[in-house]
């Protein structure tokens, strides 16, 4: 199993482009979930999903959107990049949202700077 | 809002001292309290706690749930140079969300 994997890497953007960030797990998990993480601080959710053609806002959803067409798949998109999303995004998916199912795993996370 | 709480933020210590991290937590609809190890990269798992009082143990690490006190703690005894790094409690609810706290950066110098 490849787990969770994050495209790209590492991004530069300038202000108000657009993009999207990949994630992908071969796991067959049915809850996917995007954080950020700025330095010093723990992790923010984003937006989450608990199956396939569901999804929910998190802590900090302004400025992006989300959806989940597939059970692998749970692209995050930046609408309008702005210099206050500069951080590192982490993807993360566990079996479920039964209370022994919710170990999270994450992907390797993206690097996200905005000039 | 719900919200979580780490302290210390930060803590130095020498190989072979044992540590305790804390975790204190106000949310709405608890589901499970969650540590993680961040080295630098993703986090990783560590434990899942749901039940007051039940120690949950993995090498020298530990940890323990108060649900009425609302707080968690992370023992780590005899500490290694690779227990360098930030500690992450996380919060669970049965809305499905996560809330991590900021973390303990833990540093073990030799």
């Known amino acids: 199993n490849a787990g969770v994997t994050q495209t790209p890497k590492f991004q530069v953007l300038k202000t108000g482009q657009s993009m999207t960030l990949q994630c992908a797990q071969d796991m067959n998990h049915e809850y996917m979930s995007w954080y950020r993480q700025d330095p010093g601080m723990g992790l923010r959710l984003i937006h989450y999903s608990v199956g396939a053609g569901i999804t929910d806002q998190g802590e900090v959803p302004n400025g992006y959107n989300v959806s989940r067409s597939t059970t692998e798949d749970f692209p995050l998109r930046l609408l309008s990049a702005a210099p206050s999303q500069t951080s590192v995004y982490f993807c993360a998916s566990s079996l479920g949202w039964e209370p022994s199912y919710n170990e999270q795993f994450f992907g390797p996370g993206t690097r996200l700077t905005v000039l | 809002e719900d919200k979580v709480v780490q302290s210390p933020l930060s803590l130095v210590v020498h190989e072979g001292d044992t540590v305790t991290l804390n975790c204190s937590y106000e949310?709405?609809?608890?589901?499970?309290l969650l540590w993680y190890k961040q080295e630098k990269k993703a986090p990783t798992f560590l434990f899942m706690l749901t039940s007051s009082g039940i120690e949950k143990k993995s090498g020298r690490l530990s940890s323990i749930l108060d649900k009425k006190e609302l707080f968690s703690i992370l023992n780590i005894t005899a500490t290694q140079t690779g227990d360098s790094a930030v500690y992450l409690c996380?919060?669970?609810?049965?809305?499905?969300?996560?809330?991590f706290g900021d973390g303990t950066t833990l540093t073990v110098k030799p």
């Open positions: 949310v709405t609809n608890f589901r499970s």
């Open positions: 996380a919060v669970d609810t049965n809305a499905g969300k996560s809330t």
